[in-house]
């Protein structure tokens, strides 16, 4: 079956620094999305990306979808307090409807 | 609007008990998803409904059961709870169509079973 991986699982930053976590994929996607969930919340929708090589920015987040359509990033500039959670990456298995979610990378700023 | 809706919010049975989750949108979409979260492990499908009248087994569906009761309505069912099914049980509702393709969350079920 198709796997998902999420590099790092864990991830520890000093405010103000820049880390990228990583999604990578057995199979190629059609398309790929990531959801951040604060600590005692619930997933929510960041983006979708579905074009190859496609890179979309909000703010300090840069995501990216690789050429191959096989990985994906999450790039965070300058980390302040509120990127505290866990950042999913989330892909269609079949065009019915089944999903799947990476493990997730955890994220602590230290102030 | 609401948006997704679960009840309870906490919950403690004891092995062999039963239960229903409740799971309710008020956004219109045809897809409801079923999950658990446990610690380092992501959320992992249990069952999803594409459409009104139709579920399908996600990755991890053994001692559950589901009912699509209507387009609102998808709520998730424990016939004998065991300590493997401690956990926190999140539901979505997917809105897809276009270039729209997104999850809306409810705020989850703790469960405990001792």
């Known amino acids: 079956g198709q796997q998902v991986m999420q590099i790092p699982q864990y991830q520890h930053v000093q405010e103000g620094e820049d880390f990228t976590t990583y999604c990578n994929s057995s199979?190629?996607?059609?398309?790929i999305q990531w959801y951040k969930q604060r600590p005692g919340g619930h997933p929510v929708f960041l983006i979708q990306?579905?074009?190859?090589?496609e890179v979309k920015k909000q703010k300090r987040l840069t995501f990216q979808f690789g050429e191959a359509k096989k990985n994906s990033s999450l790039h965070i500039t300058a980390t302040q307090t509120t990127d505290v959670g866990t950042y999913f990456c989330?892909?269609?298995?079949?065009?019915?409807?089944?999903?799947?979610f990476g493990a997730g990378t955890q994220v602590v700023v230290t102030p | 609007n609401a948006g997704v809706t679960q009840t309870p919010k906490f919950q403690v049975l004891k092995t062999g008990q039963s239960m229903t989750l409740q799971c309710a949108q008020d956004?219109?979409?045809?897809?409801m998803y079923w999950y658990r979260q446990d610690p380092g492990m992501g959320l992992r499908l249990i069952y999803y409904?594409?459409?009104?009248?139709?579920?399908d087994k996600g990755e991890v569906p053994n001692g559950y059961n589901v009912s699509r009761l209507n387009k609102r309505e998808f709520s998730l069912r424990l016939e004998s709870a065991a300590p493997s099914q401690t956990s926190v049980y999140f539901c979505?509702?997917?809105?897809?169509?276009?270039?729209?393709?997104?999850?809306?969350f409810g705020p989850g079920t703790r469960l405990t079973v001792l």
């Open positions: 409904s594409a459409s009104e009248g139709t579920t």
């Open positions: 979505a509702s997917r809105d897809r169509g276009g270039y729209t393709d997104t999850q809306y």
């Open positions: 990306l579905v074009k190859s090589g």
């Open positions: 199979t190629t996607l059609s398309n």
């Open positions: 989330a892909l269609a298995t079949d065009s019915w409807g089944k999903f799947q």
């Open positions: 956004m219109n979409h045809n897809s």
